[in-house]
């Protein structure tokens, strides 16, 4: 059966799983990255590095999705559904903040919307790759850690 899942098709699979984890489709990349330590715990580095880099790529082309959007779409089309006025005062907070709220793009359903809002506010994008970087790898750490100590 190892035949079957080498260490580069599993890491190949990974990059793949965390990069689509990252956009607007469903998925979880979690269990692809414990897959790939339990099965290669000699590739836990470059399993981090490849899921932490394949998540931010994902979520980088949410925010280039954000870019394409009109500046007065997001704000009439939020103030047009029923919870406009939580959701403006979250892209209100985004702007205050700024590329550091990307800390959070890895968190379930608010991470797409984060990164969707930071390219749509054109917060600069360098920076947003670099924090949203961050806290992906740190999630992807405590997840290896965790597989680690099984």
Known sequence: MDFLFTAEAGLAGLFLAS??????LPGGSEAVLAAVILAHPEQVIPALALATL????????????????????????????????????QLDTLRRHGAPAL?????PVIGD?????AGWLRLPWLSCMIWMALGKGARYALIASGVSMV
């Open 19 to 24: 990069f689509l984890a990252a956009t607007l």
């Open 113 to 117: 919307a984060l990164c969707a809002a």
């Open 54 to 89: 394949g998540n931010t790529l994902g979520g980088m082309s949410t925010y280039a999705l954000g870019l394409l959007l009109p500046q007065g779409v997001m704000r009439s089309g939020i103030q047009a559904d029923g919870a406009g006025d939580t959701a403006i005062r």
């Open 103 to 107: 800390l959070l793009a890895w968190a």
